[in-house]
């Protein structure tokens, strides 16, 4: 391999020649070969986007020339399309603050930005990270990174499925089930009014995340280095988050208080939470759906799932619940991923958090993940979702929680015991009233209708 000499403060460093990256990306690609995780591209966008704001804001202030802006602004829109990924290459597993990161960004466009220009425009301390910090930049990243992931990718998958969700809703009523409590007969419902439970938790978590934004769009920009703002122009933040808002169509503005921005990741803390509510909503309504089309024979068997591949190496025409296991498993890794996020968040000692490239690295795949695998069970398992209601009557017809509408008629005892009769001694529910001599038949095909227990009388 062919190489050529980078340095910096620390000497020379032999760097690959075909590499856009410089001294300090290439000691930290030498000395952090740890795992396989690296920086999400999702970050290095949001970095991209906030590097041309700082250009900008700084040319404005005459900190830099319109060239040096014009070529940061020209090597960040290629960031942006994609071209240069290969380029960032750094572990997750660095310095806690990001910095080797936020230098790779700022060689990276350096190099780029003077080869294109032909001469030595930009520097990447002096000009490309000039009014900042990584301890600023970073934190501001990993903002950016996570609301323009929840608004391309989590809030579109959320919208999605609350809609199929009410198709489903819209298809289904009128049809009567039994419920279920603690996993055994209850009172009856509508298939859609539990449908709409689901829908309902979707529509929560939506709201949840939503309430969790504003803290993530106020950006530690124009810290610096503790917080005092040393080496940047008076309002550097403000107007870099002005320029974002313009960019990306999301109202960035300052952290109030940027001691607070540099070492508290709260934001963060609770928008995982907010994530991993929707995580726990999702647990819930795959589970369910788990539940009511296991079978298809020997389970409960009220809904069927599309076929959409076979289930079994050995068992032929097994067809199993795949979306919901995929669903329930990237819940598992959310849950987790809130716990790490938590226990890093934990950790600002003094003026800077020192997590922050594992915050970064969770939030990103648990949104991610999030968002991804709502897609993929709404479209293959959501949109095909049918009751079998045979089944369904089936099960309503030979449960004996009916017994629950006679409470008020023949007590709750007697009704309990008519319960325990039909079930000792493999009855309907109507044959032990009858045989207990508790009501006459038609005084108990008058009580016990199904259609009236979903609408109770107030």
Known sequence: MEYRIEHDVLGEVKVPADACWMSQTQRSFENFKIG????????????AYLKMACAIVNERQKKISPFQKEAIVSVCRQILNGDLYDQFPLAIWQTGSGTQTNMNVNEVITHVGNQEAGADLLHPNDIVNCSQSSNDTFPSALHIMA????????????????????????????????????????????????????????????????????????LAIGATAVGTGLNAPKNFGGDVCAILDNMTGIHFKSDPNFFHALTS???????????????ANAMKMAN??????????????????????????????????????????VAVQ????????????????????????????????????????????????????????????????????????????IGYENAGRAARYAFEHNLSLKEAVLALNLLAEERFDELVRPEKMVQPRS
């Open 147 to 218: 609301s323009l992931e929840v608004r391309n990718l989590l809030m579109p998958a959320l919208e999605q499925i609350i809609d199929v969700l009410k198709d489903l809703e819209k298809a289904n009523e009128g049809i009567i089930k039994i419920g279920r409590t603690h996993l055994q007969d209850a009172t009856p419902l509508y298939v859609s009014d539990e449908i709409s439970g689901w829908r309902s938790m979707m529509e929560h978590s939506k709201l949840h995340i939503e309430a969790a934004l504003p803290a993530l769009h106020e």
């Open 288 to 329: 369910d759906i788990r539940w009511l089309v296991s079978g298809p024979r020997c389970g409960i068997g009220e809904m069927e799932i599309p076929a959409n591949e076979p289930g079994s190496s050995i068992m032929p025409g097994k067809i199993n619940p795949t979306q919901c296991e995929a669903l329930t498993m």
């Open 334 to 409: 959310v849950m987790g991923n809130d716990a790490a996020i938590g226990f890093a968040a934990s950790q600002g000692n003094f003026e800077l958090n020192v997590f922050m490239p594992v915050i970064a690295y969770n939030l990103n795949q648990s949104i991610r993940l999030l968002a991804d695998a709502l897609v993929s069970f709404t479209k293959n398992c959501l949109a095909g979702l049918k009751v079998n209601q045979q089944k369904t009557k089936e099960n309503l017809e030979n449960s004996l929680m009916l017994v629950t509408c006679l409470n008020p008629v």
């Open 265 to 279: 990741k709260d934001a963060c803390v609770f928008f995982s939470g907010a994530l991993k509510g929707l995580a």
């Open 36 to 47: 396989t995780e690296k920086m999400p591209h999702t970050l290095i966008d949001a970095f």
